[in-house]
């Protein structure tokens, strides 16, 4: 069962810290870990940032709340890049750090562009 103490819930929320700062070229933490995935997202950034405009084609990047934009940045990241967690766990958690650390409408919001890149980018929802 998934708790706030979880360390891999723990290990999103310091990447989603690291890609809200946006500073590319500087190690933002002091877990190597943590700064390895931030370079994956980085490196990968123009691709992901692709495929929020194709999900979210009202909501042009500038306009994404920076914490929405680094949980969905995060989140796709990991379904489309990386695919080791399994897509439902992976939206869970998004929606959970939006419902934490975003605005009232960050949860829906986040909700509905990972199911579009779910459908659209042709993830297998049951991993």
Not at 24 to 30: D, G, I, K, R
Not at 47 to 74: C, G, V, Y
Not at 103 to 117: A, I, T
């Amino acid at each position: 069962m998934k708790t706030s103490k979880d360390p891999r819930h723990l290990r999103r929320i310091k990447i989603i810290q690291g890609l809200f700062a946006r500073k590319e070229s500087e190690n933002l933490s002091s877990d190597p870990e943590i700064n390895k995935v931030l370079k994956k997202i980085h490196a990968n950034l123009a691709k992901i940032d692709q495929i929020i405009e194709k999900t979210a084609p009202s909501w042009p990047i500038d306009k994404i709340n920076k914490i929405d934009l680094a949980i969905l940045r995060l989140a796709i990241f990991e379904l489309v890049f990386e695919s080791i967690t399994p897509p439902k766990v992976v939206v869970d958690e998004a929606i959970e750090i939006a419902k934490e650390y975003g605005s009232e409408s960050s949860s829906s919001f986040v909700n509905g562009v990972l199911g579009k890149v779910i459908t659209e980018e042709k993830i297998g929802i049951d991993k």
